[in-house]
Nanobody
Framework: VQLVESGGGLVQPGGSLRLSCKASGFFFDDYAMTWVRQAPGKGLEWVSA????????YYAESMEGRFTISRDNAKNTLYLQMHSLKSDDTGVYYC??????????????WGKGILVTVSS
């Protein structure tokens, strides 16, 4: 299993970014996927999840309305579109594979993460 994040970088407050996670080594469309982040000096924070076919999405309260998770099963790719970014959104963002078609059963594989920095 390999999960490779991309699309991070420096963005000004109020700006937008789209993260991607290219998956390989497993049947991508059979599993839920999750985004988790870690702010500098803090613990892991669950961000968002999506079920196997993209029909159900889930968000942490602080991201609801600003972030959109999606997936393209034909491209084996997971996305996180982020709008209205704040300095508190700064951190390393990880994509992770769930063990089932539906999330919330733990995360079994993780990418190496991608840094998002929100700063003026």
């Amino acid at each position: 299993v390999q999960l490779v994040e991309s699309g991070g970088g420096l963005v000004q407050p109020g700006g937008s970014l789209r993260l991607s996670c290219k998956a390989s080594g497993f049947f991508f469309d059979d599993y839920a996927m999750t985004w988790v982040r870690q702010a500098p000096g803090k613990g892991l924070e669950w961000v968002s999840a999506i079920n196997w076919n993209g029909g159900s999405t889930y968000y942490a309260e602080s991201m609801e309305g600003r972030f959109t998770i999606s997936r393209d099963n034909a491209k084996n790719t997971l996305y996180l579109q982020m709008h209205s970014l704040k300095s508190d959104d700064t951190g390393v963002y990880y994509c992770a594979k769930d063990p089932n078609r539906w999330p919330y059963y733990g995360l079994e594989y993780w990418g190496k993460g991608i840094l998002v920095t929100v700063s003026s």
